[in-house]
């Protein structure tokens, strides 16, 4: 049983409370808001830290992996300068997308996962880059390291799907995809976002 003081009656705000993962840039801790079986979009609230429904989903591509974001980690100036057809980060949690390859049906969950690559994405001028990740326990995608060591069909699934889920008959898809990085781009992508998330919180403190 754990001693007294080790741990909070309170539950930590999600965004805030939660570490960015064992070993960041390489390891993180992802907290799931969506999974391939949703049909609505889910989203954690900034404010409150309990998750809200964003929107349905508006066209009938679902979420190939399970899908949400890194505690402590914010897109800003510096995942802006990253992306250099961008006009400013997305000002959210840096997104990430983990494989795996048992299906993991549940949202508001936390995974411990290894970074392999990136997926830029440009979406209405803002930078909202998708980290490509798998889960360390994985028996079959845990061991692997790189985004080139991944099945291409999985890679280009999750291309897909970001290139053209906000796409709708009518309408201009404002959602630009810059192109797929490894491991290395991709975690100059979450240094960046943990520094933004860092001068988020010392301009708020002031």
Not at 47 to 64: A, E, I, K, T, V
């Amino acid at each position: 049983m754990a001693a007294a003081g080790d741990f909070s009656p309170f539950r930590p705000h999600p965004w805030h409370g939660l570490s960015t993962g064992q070993s960041p840039p390489s390891l993180l801790r992802a907290f799931i808001e969506v999974t391939p079986s949703d049909t609505m979009k889910y989203e954690i609230d900034k404010q409150s830290g309990y998750m809200r429904l964003d929107r349905p989903q508006r066209s009938s591509s679902l979420p190939p992996t399970p899908y949400g974001f890194v505690p402590r980690t914010y897109c800003g100036a510096r995942v802006c300068a990253l992306s250099p057809t961008s006009t400013k980060g997305d000002e959210d949690p840096l997104d990430i997308c983990v494989i795996a390859e048992q299906p993991i049906d549940r949202g508001e969950v936390l995974l411990d996962a290894r970074v392999v690559g990136v997926v830029q994405m440009i979406d209405g001028g803002e930078a909202d880059d998708k980290i490509i990740a798998v889960l360390v326990s994985d028996p079959v995608y845990g061991a692997v390291t790189d985004v080139s060591e991944l099945p291409k069909a999985v890679v280009a699934r999750l291309v897909h799907y970001f290139s053209s889920y906000k796409s709708m008959p009518g309408e201009t898809n404002k959602v630009v995809i810059g192109g797929t990085f490894g491991r290395a781009r991709a975690e100059t992508v979450v240094r960046a976002a943990m520094e933004d998330y860092d001068a988020l919180i010392a301009t708020l403190s002031h």
